[in-house]
Protein backbone atom coordinates (compact mmCIF):
# COMPACT_ATOMS: atom_id res chain seq x y z
CA UNK A 1 0.00 0.00 0.00
CA UNK A 2 1.20 3.21 -0.90
CA UNK A 3 -0.11 6.61 -0.57
CA UNK A 4 0.88 10.32 -1.71
CA UNK A 5 -0.51 13.37 0.13
CA UNK A 6 0.33 16.56 -2.66
CA UNK A 7 0.33 20.13 -2.06
CA UNK A 8 -0.05 20.72 1.48
CA UNK A 9 -0.23 23.76 2.47
CA UNK A 10 1.85 23.27 5.53
CA UNK A 11 3.46 20.13 7.05
CA UNK A 12 3.49 20.59 10.66
CA UNK A 13 5.92 18.95 13.27
CA UNK A 14 9.33 17.60 10.51
CA UNK A 15 12.08 16.27 11.93
CA UNK A 16 14.89 15.20 9.92
CA UNK A 17 16.07 13.30 13.42
CA UNK A 18 14.02 11.26 15.78
CA UNK A 19 13.20 13.60 18.23
CA UNK A 20 11.50 12.32 20.91
CA UNK A 21 11.12 14.69 23.32
CA UNK A 22 10.97 18.79 23.72
CA UNK A 23 12.09 20.51 26.63
CA UNK A 24 11.87 24.14 28.03
CA UNK A 25 12.69 26.30 25.23
CA UNK A 26 12.88 23.95 22.78
CA UNK A 27 8.98 23.39 22.66
CA UNK A 28 8.43 26.91 21.35
CA UNK A 29 9.96 25.42 17.71
CA UNK A 30 7.45 23.74 15.53
CA UNK A 31 9.24 22.74 12.20
CA UNK A 32 7.10 23.43 9.11
CA UNK A 33 7.30 22.68 5.26
CA UNK A 34 5.48 25.23 3.67
CA UNK A 35 3.89 23.87 -0.03
CA UNK A 36 4.81 20.06 0.79
CA UNK A 37 4.39 16.42 -0.11
CA UNK A 38 4.46 13.39 2.09
CA UNK A 39 4.89 9.75 0.79
CA UNK A 40 4.07 6.74 2.92
CA UNK A 41 4.14 3.04 2.40
CA UNK A 42 2.32 0.61 4.43
CA UNK A 43 2.10 2.22 7.88
CA UNK A 44 5.63 4.34 7.31
CA UNK A 45 6.60 7.78 6.47
CA UNK A 46 8.85 6.96 3.81
CA UNK A 47 9.43 10.56 2.01
CA UNK A 48 8.24 13.98 2.26
CA UNK A 49 9.83 17.65 1.17
CA UNK A 50 8.68 20.68 -0.78
CA UNK A 51 6.02 19.80 -3.94
CA UNK A 52 8.93 21.28 -6.02
CA UNK A 53 10.75 18.07 -5.49
CA UNK A 54 7.76 15.78 -5.80
CA UNK A 55 9.08 13.60 -8.43
CA UNK A 56 9.34 9.85 -9.27
CA UNK A 57 6.49 8.50 -7.12
CA UNK A 58 4.26 6.11 -8.40
CA UNK A 59 1.22 5.47 -5.10
CA UNK A 60 -2.03 3.47 -5.30
CA UNK A 61 -3.41 6.55 -3.24
CA UNK A 62 -2.93 10.32 -3.82
CA UNK A 63 -4.59 12.95 -2.29
CA UNK A 64 -4.77 16.25 -2.88
CA UNK A 65 -4.55 18.77 0.13
CA UNK A 66 -4.66 21.72 -1.43
CA UNK A 67 -5.53 24.46 1.53
CA UNK A 68 -5.04 21.91 3.92
CA UNK A 69 -2.52 21.37 6.49
CA UNK A 70 -1.24 17.45 7.61
CA UNK A 71 0.32 16.55 10.96
CA UNK A 72 1.05 13.63 13.26
CA UNK A 73 -1.80 12.29 15.25
CA UNK A 74 -2.27 13.15 18.59
CA UNK A 75 -0.88 10.98 21.23
CA UNK A 76 -3.27 11.36 24.38
CA UNK A 77 -0.97 10.00 27.16
CA UNK A 78 -3.42 9.50 30.01
CA UNK A 79 -7.02 8.19 29.52
CA UNK A 80 -9.81 5.66 31.32
CA UNK A 81 -11.89 5.09 28.02
CA UNK A 82 -12.64 1.52 29.16
CA UNK A 83 -15.62 2.01 32.11
CA UNK A 84 -19.27 1.07 32.26
CA UNK A 85 -22.45 3.75 31.86
CA UNK A 86 -21.64 7.65 32.62
CA UNK A 87 -22.48 9.23 35.54
CA UNK A 88 -24.53 11.91 34.78
CA UNK A 89 -26.17 11.91 37.42
CA UNK A 90 -22.87 13.34 39.62
CA UNK A 91 -22.69 15.91 36.84
CA UNK A 92 -25.99 17.32 38.41
CA UNK A 93 -24.83 17.04 41.66
CA UNK A 94 -22.02 19.26 41.42
CA UNK A 95 -23.45 21.74 39.14
CA UNK A 96 -25.99 21.68 42.67
CA UNK A 97 -22.97 22.58 44.49
CA UNK A 98 -21.55 18.95 45.58
CA UNK A 99 -17.61 18.52 44.97
CA UNK A 100 -15.94 15.99 43.63
CA UNK A 101 -14.63 15.20 46.88
CA UNK A 102 -18.60 15.70 48.72
CA UNK A 103 -19.70 13.01 45.62
CA UNK A 104 -17.20 10.52 46.41
CA UNK A 105 -18.12 10.74 50.57
CA UNK A 106 -21.02 9.71 49.60
CA UNK A 107 -20.12 6.31 48.35
CA UNK A 108 -20.36 7.32 44.42
CA UNK A 109 -17.02 8.53 42.09
CA UNK A 110 -14.58 6.14 41.39
CA UNK A 111 -16.55 3.74 43.45
CA UNK A 112 -19.67 4.35 41.17
CA UNK A 113 -18.30 3.62 38.13
CA UNK A 114 -16.35 0.42 39.68
CA UNK A 115 -20.10 -0.73 40.88
CA UNK A 116 -20.91 -0.54 37.89
CA UNK A 117 -18.28 -1.96 35.83
CA UNK A 118 -18.10 -5.24 37.78
CA UNK A 119 -21.79 -5.64 37.02
CA UNK A 120 -20.92 -5.03 33.08
CA UNK A 121 -19.72 -7.86 31.17
CA UNK A 122 -16.66 -8.38 29.70
CA UNK A 123 -18.27 -8.42 25.88
CA UNK A 124 -20.59 -5.29 27.27
CA UNK A 125 -17.94 -3.24 28.24
CA UNK A 126 -15.98 -3.58 25.21
CA UNK A 127 -18.89 -2.43 23.37
CA UNK A 128 -18.80 0.68 24.87
CA UNK A 129 -15.35 1.38 25.24
CA UNK A 130 -14.65 0.25 21.64
CA UNK A 131 -17.27 3.58 20.52
CA UNK A 132 -15.59 5.86 22.67
CA UNK A 133 -12.14 5.08 21.11
CA UNK A 134 -13.78 4.73 17.45
CA UNK A 135 -14.78 8.52 18.30
CA UNK A 136 -11.82 9.76 20.01
CA UNK A 137 -9.76 8.19 16.16
CA UNK A 138 -11.99 10.33 14.12
CA UNK A 139 -11.08 13.58 16.22
CA UNK A 140 -7.69 12.79 15.77
CA UNK A 141 -5.81 10.63 18.20
CA UNK A 142 -3.91 7.66 17.04
CA UNK A 143 -2.02 6.55 19.65
CA UNK A 144 -3.57 6.30 23.42
CA UNK A 145 -3.07 5.60 26.68
CA UNK A 146 -5.66 3.33 28.74
CA UNK A 147 -5.52 2.84 32.59
CA UNK A 148 -7.71 0.10 34.38
CA UNK A 149 -8.93 1.10 37.71
CA UNK A 150 -12.81 0.43 37.52
CA UNK A 151 -12.58 -2.83 38.52
CA UNK A 152 -10.51 -3.16 42.05
CA UNK A 153 -10.61 -6.29 42.29
CA UNK A 154 -8.55 -9.30 40.60
CA UNK A 155 -11.55 -10.20 38.32
CA UNK A 156 -12.97 -7.13 37.60
CA UNK A 157 -9.05 -5.39 36.76
CA UNK A 158 -8.18 -8.12 34.53
CA UNK A 159 -11.35 -7.82 32.98
CA UNK A 160 -10.58 -4.27 31.78
CA UNK A 161 -7.49 -5.13 30.80
CA UNK A 162 -8.40 -8.05 28.68
CA UNK A 163 -11.00 -5.33 27.10
CA UNK A 164 -8.07 -3.18 26.42
CA UNK A 165 -6.14 -5.96 24.86
CA UNK A 166 -9.09 -6.67 22.54
CA UNK A 167 -9.51 -2.91 21.84
CA UNK A 168 -5.40 -2.94 20.52
CA UNK A 169 -6.37 -6.36 18.65
CA UNK A 170 -9.19 -4.31 17.13
CA UNK A 171 -7.83 -1.21 16.51
CA UNK A 172 -5.18 0.42 14.36
CA UNK A 173 -4.57 2.77 16.57
CA UNK A 174 -1.42 2.43 19.23
CA UNK A 175 -2.67 1.22 22.64
CA UNK A 176 -0.72 1.61 25.55
CA UNK A 177 -2.49 -0.35 28.96
CA UNK A 178 -1.44 0.92 32.52
CA UNK A 179 -2.84 -1.14 35.15
CA UNK A 180 -4.39 1.45 37.85
CA UNK A 181 -5.50 -0.60 40.58
CA UNK A 182 -4.67 1.76 43.35
CA UNK A 183 -7.31 4.30 42.26
CA UNK A 184 -9.86 4.44 45.26
CA UNK A 185 -10.12 2.22 48.00
CA UNK A 186 -12.87 -0.25 47.87
CA UNK A 187 -15.68 -0.35 49.68
CA UNK A 188 -14.96 -3.67 51.49
CA UNK A 189 -11.17 -2.29 52.82
CA UNK A 190 -12.45 0.74 54.08
CA UNK A 191 -11.73 -0.13 57.67
CA UNK A 192 -8.28 -1.89 56.27
CA UNK A 193 -6.70 0.06 53.45
CA UNK A 194 -3.58 -1.63 54.40
CA UNK A 195 -4.94 -5.19 52.89
CA UNK A 196 -5.99 -3.52 49.82
CA UNK A 197 -2.26 -2.77 49.45
CA UNK A 198 -1.04 -6.18 50.30
CA UNK A 199 -4.23 -7.12 47.55
CA UNK A 200 -2.50 -4.46 45.21
CA UNK A 201 1.29 -5.66 45.55
CA UNK A 202 0.78 -9.42 46.03
CA UNK A 203 -1.79 -10.63 44.26
CA UNK A 204 -3.52 -7.86 41.23
CA UNK A 205 0.58 -6.37 40.23
CA UNK A 206 2.00 -10.15 40.05
CA UNK A 207 -0.95 -11.51 37.94
CA UNK A 208 -1.16 -8.92 35.23
CA UNK A 209 2.45 -9.20 34.87
CA UNK A 210 2.26 -12.74 34.94
CA UNK A 211 -0.27 -12.16 31.96
CA UNK A 212 2.24 -9.38 30.80
CA UNK A 213 -0.98 -7.29 29.90
CA UNK A 214 -0.02 -4.09 31.15
CA UNK A 215 3.02 -1.54 30.30
CA UNK A 216 2.48 0.62 33.54
CA UNK A 217 1.40 1.01 36.69
CA UNK A 218 0.09 3.97 38.28
CA UNK A 219 -1.27 5.18 41.71
CA UNK A 220 -4.05 7.87 42.34
CA UNK A 221 -1.79 9.56 45.12
CA UNK A 222 -3.98 12.14 46.75
CA UNK A 223 -5.84 12.71 50.26
CA UNK A 224 -8.88 10.25 50.71
CA UNK A 225 -7.20 7.63 48.52
CA UNK A 226 -3.09 6.62 48.37
CA UNK A 227 -0.27 8.29 50.83
CA UNK A 228 3.00 8.78 50.04
CA UNK A 229 4.19 5.48 51.84
CA UNK A 230 1.27 3.37 50.01
CA UNK A 231 2.22 4.71 46.99
CA UNK A 232 5.40 4.11 47.66
CA UNK A 233 5.43 0.26 47.91
CA UNK A 234 2.93 0.12 45.47
CA UNK A 235 5.31 1.52 42.71
CA UNK A 236 8.15 -0.57 44.46
CA UNK A 237 6.10 -3.48 44.18
CA UNK A 238 5.49 -2.27 39.97
CA UNK A 239 9.38 -2.62 39.48
CA UNK A 240 9.68 -6.08 40.82
CA UNK A 241 7.62 -6.68 37.81
CA UNK A 242 8.80 -4.14 35.49
CA UNK A 243 6.08 -2.16 35.27
CA UNK A 244 7.36 1.65 35.11
CA UNK A 245 5.41 4.09 36.79
CA UNK A 246 3.09 6.85 35.37
CA UNK A 247 0.97 8.40 38.17
CA UNK A 248 -1.69 10.61 39.28
CA UNK A 249 -0.71 13.39 41.68
CA UNK A 250 -1.19 16.89 43.16
CA UNK A 251 -4.40 16.84 41.28
CA UNK A 252 -5.73 18.10 45.24
CA UNK A 253 -3.26 18.59 47.22
CA UNK A 254 0.65 18.50 47.12
CA UNK A 255 1.63 15.27 49.13
CA UNK A 256 5.16 15.28 47.86
CA UNK A 257 4.40 12.70 45.25
CA UNK A 258 6.16 13.88 42.47
CA UNK A 259 9.45 13.48 44.08
CA UNK A 260 8.55 10.00 44.73
CA UNK A 261 8.02 9.68 40.80
CA UNK A 262 10.96 10.84 40.41
CA UNK A 263 12.73 8.44 42.75
CA UNK A 264 11.18 5.53 40.90
CA UNK A 265 11.46 7.04 37.80
CA UNK A 266 8.16 7.29 36.71
CA UNK A 267 7.56 7.98 33.40
CA UNK A 268 5.20 10.84 34.10
CA UNK A 269 4.13 12.62 36.97
CA UNK A 270 0.00 13.67 35.89
CA UNK A 271 -2.57 15.92 36.59
CA UNK A 272 -0.59 19.04 38.65
CA UNK A 273 -3.21 21.17 38.96
CA UNK A 274 -1.56 21.72 42.58
CA UNK A 275 2.24 22.30 42.12
CA UNK A 276 5.33 23.99 44.48
CA UNK A 277 8.98 25.29 43.74
CA UNK A 278 10.31 21.99 45.49
CA UNK A 279 8.30 19.74 42.90
CA UNK A 280 9.67 21.59 39.96
CA UNK A 281 13.39 21.13 41.40
CA UNK A 282 12.54 17.69 41.51
CA UNK A 283 11.61 17.39 38.00
CA UNK A 284 14.85 19.11 36.86
CA UNK A 285 17.48 16.80 35.66
CA UNK A 286 14.91 13.34 35.31
CA UNK A 287 13.66 11.43 32.97
CA UNK A 288 10.20 12.03 34.06
CA UNK A 289 7.65 14.25 32.17
CA UNK A 290 4.82 16.48 33.32
CA UNK A 291 1.38 15.72 32.03
CA UNK A 292 -1.43 18.45 32.13
CA UNK A 293 -5.08 17.69 31.83
CA UNK A 294 -6.74 20.63 31.00
CA UNK A 295 -10.07 19.11 30.47
CA UNK A 296 -10.37 18.18 34.33
CA UNK A 297 -9.80 21.47 35.25
CA UNK A 298 -12.59 22.92 32.73
CA UNK A 299 -14.76 20.34 34.07
CA UNK A 300 -14.23 20.25 37.96
CA UNK A 301 -13.68 23.69 37.92
CA UNK A 302 -10.10 23.31 39.51
CA UNK A 303 -7.12 25.00 38.80
CA UNK A 304 -5.60 24.49 35.93
CA UNK A 305 -1.68 23.24 35.99
CA UNK A 306 0.97 26.17 36.11
CA UNK A 307 1.96 25.18 32.63
CA UNK A 308 4.45 28.19 32.46
CA UNK A 309 6.26 27.81 35.79
CA UNK A 310 6.89 24.10 34.30
CA UNK A 311 8.48 25.01 30.56
CA UNK A 312 10.22 28.27 31.92
CA UNK A 313 11.82 25.86 34.02
CA UNK A 314 13.33 24.33 31.01
CA UNK A 315 10.89 20.99 31.38
CA UNK A 316 9.03 19.32 29.27
CA UNK A 317 5.62 19.11 29.03
CA UNK A 318 2.50 16.53 28.06
CA UNK A 319 -0.91 17.57 27.41
CA UNK A 320 -4.06 14.36 27.58
CA UNK A 321 -7.33 14.26 27.96
CA UNK A 322 -7.82 12.13 31.31
CA UNK A 323 -11.19 11.29 29.34
CA UNK A 324 -13.04 9.70 32.18
CA UNK A 325 -16.34 9.44 33.37
CA UNK A 326 -15.94 11.68 36.36
CA UNK A 327 -14.08 14.30 36.17
CA UNK A 328 -13.37 14.61 32.19
CA UNK A 329 -16.27 12.91 30.17
CA UNK A 330 -14.24 14.13 26.53
CA UNK A 331 -11.41 12.66 24.50
CA UNK A 332 -11.46 15.83 22.30
CA UNK A 333 -7.31 16.28 21.97
CA UNK A 334 -8.35 19.79 20.11
CA UNK A 335 -10.41 20.62 22.21
CA UNK A 336 -7.21 20.35 24.96
CA UNK A 337 -4.79 21.08 22.47
CA UNK A 338 -6.92 25.06 22.51
CA UNK A 339 -7.45 24.78 26.43
CA UNK A 340 -4.08 24.47 26.70
CA UNK A 341 -3.46 27.93 24.94
CA UNK A 342 -5.94 29.42 26.57
CA UNK A 343 -5.65 28.27 29.70
CA UNK A 344 -2.01 26.94 30.10
CA UNK A 345 -1.07 29.57 27.89
CA UNK A 346 1.08 27.62 26.13
CA UNK A 347 1.49 29.00 22.23
CA UNK A 348 -0.01 27.15 19.94
CA UNK A 349 3.88 25.77 18.89
CA UNK A 350 4.04 24.19 22.62
CA UNK A 351 0.53 22.86 22.65
CA UNK A 352 1.00 21.01 19.53
CA UNK A 353 4.46 19.73 20.68
CA UNK A 354 2.81 18.49 24.18
CA UNK A 355 0.18 16.77 22.28
CA UNK A 356 2.40 15.06 19.63
CA UNK A 357 5.93 14.27 20.31
CA UNK A 358 5.60 14.58 24.23
CA UNK A 359 2.46 12.98 24.44
CA UNK A 360 4.28 10.25 22.47
CA UNK A 361 6.99 10.47 25.12
CA UNK A 362 4.88 9.71 28.35
CA UNK A 363 3.98 6.71 26.68
CA UNK A 364 7.00 5.47 25.93
CA UNK A 365 6.47 5.31 21.73
CA UNK A 366 8.37 8.87 20.92
CA UNK A 367 10.84 6.57 19.23
CA UNK A 368 7.86 5.41 16.37
CA UNK A 369 5.08 8.25 17.17
CA UNK A 370 4.37 11.70 17.31
CA UNK A 371 6.57 13.17 14.62
CA UNK A 372 6.89 13.04 10.44
CA UNK A 373 9.97 11.79 10.36
CA UNK A 374 11.55 9.08 8.09
CA UNK A 375 10.65 5.91 9.48
CA UNK A 376 8.17 6.91 11.65
CA UNK A 377 4.45 5.58 11.88
CA UNK A 378 2.09 6.84 9.41
CA UNK A 379 -0.39 8.25 11.74
CA UNK A 380 -1.36 11.63 10.20
CA UNK A 381 -3.79 14.31 10.73
CA UNK A 382 -5.04 15.96 7.51
CA UNK A 383 -7.15 19.21 8.84
CA UNK A 384 -10.10 21.13 6.85
CA UNK A 385 -8.86 23.87 4.67
CA UNK A 386 -7.24 26.50 6.82
CA UNK A 387 -4.04 29.25 6.76
CA UNK A 388 -2.08 28.21 9.86
CA UNK A 389 -2.06 25.84 12.33
CA UNK A 390 -2.70 28.44 15.08
CA UNK A 391 -6.34 27.97 13.54
CA UNK A 392 -6.75 24.39 15.45
CA UNK A 393 -6.60 25.56 19.28
CA UNK A 394 -7.79 29.50 18.04
CA UNK A 395 -11.03 27.82 16.88
CA UNK A 396 -11.87 26.24 19.98
CA UNK A 397 -14.49 23.43 20.42
CA UNK A 398 -14.51 22.97 16.01
CA UNK A 399 -13.47 19.98 14.62
CA UNK A 400 -10.45 20.89 12.36
CA UNK A 401 -10.32 17.14 10.87
CA UNK A 402 -10.92 16.16 7.70
CA UNK A 403 -9.20 12.91 7.53
CA UNK A 404 -7.10 10.80 9.45
CA UNK A 405 -4.92 7.87 8.70
CA UNK A 406 -3.93 5.26 11.31
CA UNK A 407 -1.45 2.97 11.00
CA UNK A 408 -0.64 3.98 7.52
CA UNK A 409 -4.88 3.31 6.33
CA UNK A 410 -6.99 6.40 5.45
CA UNK A 411 -10.12 6.15 7.27
O1 LIG B 1 -7.65 11.32 36.54
N1 LIG B 1 -8.17 11.36 39.76
C1 LIG B 1 -8.29 10.17 39.58
N2 LIG B 1 -8.76 9.56 38.50
C2 LIG B 1 -9.47 10.21 37.45
C3 LIG B 1 -10.90 10.44 37.79
C4 LIG B 1 -11.61 9.17 37.94
C5 LIG B 1 -13.08 9.31 38.16
O2 LIG B 1 -13.58 10.26 38.76
O3 LIG B 1 -13.76 8.36 37.73
C6 LIG B 1 -8.75 11.47 37.04
O4 LIG B 1 -9.25 12.58 37.22
FE1 LIG C 1 -6.75 10.20 35.23
Known amino acids: MSLLITNIKQLIQVHEHNTTILKGSDMKNLPVIENAYLYIENDTIIEYGNMTDCEGFDAETTIDATGKLVLPSWCDSHTHIVYAGDRTSEFVDRINGLSYADIAHKGGGILNSAKKLQDTSEDELYEQSLKRLNELIAMGTGAVEIKTGYGLTVDAELKMLKVIKRLKQASLAKIIPTLLAAHAIPEAYKSNKQDYINYITEELIPKAAELN?????????????????????????????NLQPKIHVNQFNILGGIALGVKHNALS??????????DIEALKGSDTIAVALPGCSYFLSIPYTQARKIIDAGLPLAIATDYNPGSSPSGNMNFIVSAACVKLK????????????????????????GSITRGKKANLIITKAMNHYSEIPYAFAHNPIEQVIVNGQLL
Do not use: Q, R, W
Not at 269 to 278: A, G, Q
Open 213 to 241: IANYVDVFCEEGYFDIKDTDAILEAGKTY
Open 269 to 278: VDHLEEINDE
Open 346 to 369: LTPEEAINAATVNGAYAMGISNMY
